[in-house]
């Protein structure tokens, strides 16, 4: 059974702090991943995806995937409290029953 | 552009009752998903169309849960008799060809108690 795993925190910083997300996937044949952020009461939206090993930046969002690690995770610079959410990470396999797989999600706090 | 349309909001059930939730995905998204998402934990996928078609139902309760998208368009999901265990936020998601690398837009949910 393909499983993605986040520790479901929370995970408090300080305001202006870098916020460091983590997540880890067990299906080797993984081909895309997502950050998708969901505040409390709300639908997920989604941030950031990732496709090749290294590192894929957006604003004040670095991705960073590792294949040979089975690791990815989210850098969040400057964190402001509107980043107060919780983080779902997702993979996406093209063979297998369930092609897009979320993990359980991180709680994130930033304290002002 | 209109986003994902689900309803209704929110429900209240007693256990073995019936319920159904409806969806309308984005014009022209040819994949839809329902997911349920428990407190605390990640959405789970439930049941995946590509066009009417269905890709995906592994995790789907077939015992109780039954989905239809008639026509490729809207989409329905019921639950026959409901359980406890039920008592989730069922989202419906949609993307515009269902290839992987797609992002997916979510609905605001139907949030379903069983009591």
């Known amino acids: 059974q393909k499983e993605v795993e986040q520790n479901s925190g929370p995970l408090s910083v300080p305001e202006g702090a870098i916020a460091s997300l983590n997540c880890t996937y067990s299906?080797?044949?993984?081909?895309?991943f997502f950050w998708y952020r969901q505040y409390s009461g709300k639908s997920p939206e989604l941030i950031m995806s990732i496709y090749s090993n290294g590192d894929k930046e957006d604003g004040r969002f670095t991705a960073q995937l590792n294949k040979a690690s089975q690791y990815v995770s989210l850098l969040i610079r400057d964190s402001q409290p509107s980043d107060s959410a919780t983080y779902l990470c997702a993979d996406y396999t093209l063979s297998g029953n369930t092609p897009l797989v979320f993990g359980k999600g991180t709680r994130l706090s930033v304290i002002a | 552009e209109a986003g994902v349309a689900q309803s209704p909001r929110y429900k209240i059930i007693e256990k073995r009752q019936s319920v159904a939730f409806w969806c309308n995905p984005i014009?022209?998204?040819?994949?839809l998903y329902w997911y349920q998402q428990i407190l605390g934990q990640g959405p789970k996928l439930l049941i995946q169309f590509q066009n009417n078609g269905v890709v995906d139902d592994s995790q789907l309760p077939k015992d109780r849960f039954s989905a239809e998208r008639l026509k490729g368009v809207d989409s329905t999901l019921k639950i026959q008799p409901a359980k406890l265990e039920d008592s989730a936020v069922y989202l419906c998601a949609s993307s515009l060809v269902g290839g992987g690398y797609e992002k997916l837009f979510f609905g605001s949910g139907t949030q379903l108690s069983v009591l």
């Open positions: 014009s022209g998204h040819a994949t």
């Open positions: 299906d080797r044949g993984s081909q895309s």
